[in-house]
């Protein structure tokens, strides 16, 4: 059975847009972010694959200014939405960490086994 627990309504997340967020799921805390482009959402947990760090700059921040590329605040690497895949910076073809999410009745749901 699939678990899902509410991460935010859609409607507060811009397009382009993104929302952090911070959950427990089972004995775990998730620490991640929903990016929002069109129909689509994508979901991925907060922390930079080369240094660990959490991306935002600013809370909800994950974008850059041209709401293309999920941006990290430590070191500028860039990272692609869609795939999590870093395209500039210290760890080109590096993958952010997705997270399993769905959009339903309005809502943005991070799914997890019950």
Known sequence: ????????????IADPGSYGFSLTRGDRFVNGFVVRRGK?????????PHTGSPLDWVDHQFLDRDGALIQCAVHDARFLIDTGECILG?????????????????????????
């Open 1 to 12: 059975m699939t678990e899902m627990i509410r991460i935010c309504e859609l409607d507060r």
């Open 90 to 114: 210290p760890c080109p073809g590096a993958f952010l960490e997705a997270l399993p999410i769905r959009v339903e009745g309005g809502s943005v749901y991070l799914l997890g086994e019950a």
């Open 40 to 48: 689509e959402c994508f979901a991925y947990r907060n922390s930079c």
